[in-house]
């Protein structure tokens, strides 16, 4: 069996090659000129990982980039297959004139990023079964306990995770966004929320997040994935 990383090891190992740690996966962008480019990119990645394809890598495509992610889903964790696997990737990409990089977008308006939903919660064994159906959600392999997170098994919608509160908070609302942005995209996106006219509420356990409210108080979170570790 694969050894699992750490969140430090993971992204120092692949940091340079255009990849970024986000929620246990490892992602790049490629920018391509087409749709039909975005394909051979893709083609070539599954051939580059070969039998290793359906346990680690997903592609997302699109006429002005492809984006290739990388874990280890039958433990929901980073191995270092997948270190192998995003190096090799990225020598694949460049053979082909392309770059793997962090951004996205057009003119990498943005980093690559997860979106994830977080839901205070009195009693998380509850009302997960719920969040489970009216979703359509499930558990990550490896990762499917009573209190754990659920994700979108089409891979499409942001992920749910569940906040654990020790008494009712009726002042402030349930329910707030994280977005996992990578660990050097952090401090812009920080600045440019506040900006917009965000609030600072706290930044007691930053890098690892971040909380903002937007003028009416309504919150979300800036998060990477440093500060976690010990």
Do not use: K
């Not at 990119?41 to 492809?66: F, M």
């Amino acid at each position: 069996m694969e050894r699992t990383l750490g969140r430090q090891e993971a992204s120092d190992a692949v940091g340079d090659e255009g990849w970024r740690l986000l929620l246990g996966t490892l992602r790049t962008s490629v920018r391509v000129g087409s749709l039909a480019e975005a394909a051979g990119v893709a083609a070539r990645a599954v051939a580059v990982c070969g039998d290793d394809a359906d346990g680690h890598l997903r592609v997302d495509l699109r006429p002005e980039q492809v984006v290739l992610s990388l874990q280890s889903l039958d433990r929901a964790a980073l191995t270092a297959r997948d270190v192998d696997l995003a190096r090799r990737l990225t020598a694949a990409v460049r053979a082909a004139g392309l770059r793997t990089e962090p951004g996205v977008g057009t003119g990498a308006s943005r980093s690559v990023q997860v979106l994830e939903i977080a839901v205070d919660a009195l009693d998380i064994p509850a009302i997960r079964p719920f969040w489970a159906a009216v979703l359509g959600y499930a558990g990550e392999a490896g990762a499917d306990g009573p209190a754990d997170p659920l994700v979108d098994p089409a891979g499409e919608g942001p992920a749910f995770w569940f906040q654990q509160m020790d008494r009712p908070r009726p002042q402030r609302n349930r329910i707030h966004f994280d977005i996992c942005v990578p660990h050097d995209e952090a401090p812009g996106r920080l600045e440019a929320a506040l900006a917009a006219g965000g609030r600072l509420l706290s930044a007691d356990r930053a890098p690892a997040f971040w909380v903002l409210a937007d003028p009416e108080g309504n919150e979300a979170c800036i998060t990477t994935w440093q500060g976690r570790d010990g």
